[in-house]
């Protein structure tokens, strides 16, 4: 499975536990115990990226809710939400200087699953997450 399909996969789980009273590891099981689910399974880098998200949840919330500017957290979308989370998470945590391509993909989901211009917004926020974590090295 490609690293795109993979972050694309691992939206899909955060951005379906987002709607869901279940729990992640509920939809997780789901997502890959029943064939039908075959298209989304989920492969290591995107268990990862999951939990990654969840065991810095508080951080990666905060580090994005700091770029907002004018913004309140409500006023984005569940799709924006979900990108957002996962990239900074991503970018925050990972071992490897990956910030342009985690951003390039970010875009591209919220192209594919987002509303028209939404992208904007998300590449103008992690942007700003990922010029703030170097200015910091």
Known sequence: MTR?????????????????ANDLDDILAVTQE?????????????????????????????MIYSKLKKWSANRISRVCSSV???????????NEDMDSIIINEAVEICKKFAGENDYQFVNGVLGAISKEL????
Do not use: G, Q
């Open 4 to 20: 795109h399909k993979s972050r694309e996969n691992a939206f899909i789980a955060i951005f379906e536990a987002s709607f869901s």
């Open 134 to 137: 170097h200015t910091k090295e």
């Open 34 to 62: 029943l064939p039908e689910y075959e298209e989304y399974m989920l492969d290591d880098f995107a268990l990862n990226l999951i939990k990654t998200y969840y065991d810095h949840a508080e951080e990666v919330n905060e």
């Open 84 to 94: 957002l989370r996962l990239s900074t998470a991503e970018m925050m945590f990972s």
